[in-house]
Structure formats: structure tokens, C-alpha cells
T-cell receptor
């Protein structure tokens, strides 16, 4: 699996957009970018995934650069409940179901 | 409601006393796996199962056993627990591989195990 690099921590004001970057410069053509989050000691929660195109769902948007070497997860209107560790994971088609969680970004949403 | 359940949620036990942590999913998922989470080490996969009667080792399988006799259940067995197995354990499930590789994994709420 491609290695990912994320900032250790970030702060965001409640109601503002939270933009979480992820670097995956060694990503290969068949590898997807997944984002999960873990709210204090709860089970990780899937947020979104993408291959090339930008994606949006009810939780977030995922912007992938054209060269696919980096991506940004956007929480459009962060709330206090979005305080969590966010993991960017790269996984390919034939690489099995294992998710390799790095250290992630600890996002603190402040009032 | 689609969910993965684990039992027990909390367990304190002593070295050498066999225990089983149960995991069950109600989404008819083929793929199930177990992770452990330790401070500074993140989540690491213990075992996984691609379907009934098909299991394989993950990254840290030593000291653990699993079975997959039914599609919905994937119990984690510690035959002789030791203090280094004190950890937070998560079960996860998803649709299988192939054309479903994009589907997300659902995680259970976790089991906090302490072995003294």
C-alpha cells in the first residue's frame, strides 16, 4: 500500500470548513484514497473514498489532485462532534481488505 | 439497522484463562476482520476472513485464533491470554473483493481487554 503523510493535528472553528490534507505521492493507478475517522476510542467510521474524480457525500467532500499525489478531505461546516482522528488510507484493487491506518490527523473543532 | 456488534465491550481477565470475543454483522458481508489498537502503534490487523471457512493471518496473529463457521459471525479466541494482549479490539466487515473493492468497512464499537 502507498504510504500517506498527514499533519499530526489541526484546529478548526465551529461552523467553518475543515480542510484536511493528505500526501500520497507513491500512489499507483489502481489505488483508491479512503478517509476514515475515529471519535475517541470508538470504532473507525468510513467517510468517503475516491479514485480520480472529486467526490461528495452527505458527510464530506474529497478533492484529489490531477496527478493523484495528494488529496484533501473537506468537512464543509465543522461541528464539535467532528472532533476526531482522521485517517487517510490508500488501498488497491488486489491488495485485500486490510486497511493500513497511519497516525492520522487529530482534528479539534473549537467553539 | 446495519451494524457490527461485539461482546463483551469490556473484559478484565487473568493470564492463561481462555476467552472469546464475539463479533456479529447483519449486513451479509463476506469479508470480516479483527484489529487491535495500541497507543503509538495504531490499528493493526490480526486475522481476516474472505468468506465462510476461509480465514487468514493479518499482521499480528500470534496468540489469537479465529473461526468463520457462519457468514455473520467471526469470533476472536485467545487460548492463553497474556498481558501483552491487553488492547482495544475492533471487528470490521465489508462486502467482498473484486467489483466491490470500493465498499466501506463497518467497524464494531470495540472491546477493551485487560489481561493481568
Amino acid at each position: 500500500d502507498a504510504k500517506t503523510t498527514q499533519p499530526t493535528s489541526m484546529d478548526c472553528a465551529e461552523g467553518r470548513a475543515a480542510n484536511l490534507p493528505c500526501n500520497h505521492s507513491t500512489i499507483s493507478g489502481n489505488e483508491y484514497v479512503y478517509w476514515y475517522r475515529q471519535i475517541h476510542s470508538q470504532g473507525p467510521q468510513y467517510i468517503i473514498h475516491g479514485l480520480k474524480n472529486n467526490e461528495t457525500n452527505e458527510m464530506a467532500s474529497l478533492i484529489i489532485t490531477e496527478d493523484r499525489k495528494s488529496s484533501t478531505l473537506i468537512l464543509p461546516h465543522a461541528t464539535l462532534r467532528d472532533t476526531a482522528v482522521y485517517y487517510c488510507i490508500v488501498r488497491g484493487y488486489n491488495q485485500g481488505g486490510k486497511l493500513i491506518f497511519g497516525q492520522g490527523t487529530e482534528l479539534s473543532v473549537k467553539p | 439497522e446495519a451494524q457490527v456488534t461485539q461482546n463483551p465491550r469490556y473484559l478484565i481477565t487473568v493470564t492463561g484463562k481462555k476467552l472469546t470475543v464475539t463479533c456479529s454483522q447483519n449486513m451479509n458481508h463476506e469479508y470480516m476482520s479483527w484489529y487491535r489498537q495500541d497507543p503509538g502503534l495504531g490499528l493493526r490487523q490480526i486475522y481476516y476472513s474472505m468468506n465462510v471457512e476461509v480465514t487468514d493471518k493479518g499482521d499480528v496473529p500470534e496468540g489469537y485464533k479465529v473461526s468463520r463457521k457462519e457468514k455473520r459471525n467471526f469470533p476472536l479466541i485467545l487460548e492463553s491470554p497474556s498481558p501483552n494482549q491487553t488492547s482495544l479490539y475492533f471487528c470490521a466487515s465489508s462486502f467482498g473483493q473484486g467489483p466491490f473493492e470500493g465498499y466501506e468497512q463497518y467497524f464494531g464499537p470495540g472491546t477493551r481487554l485487560t489481561v493481568t
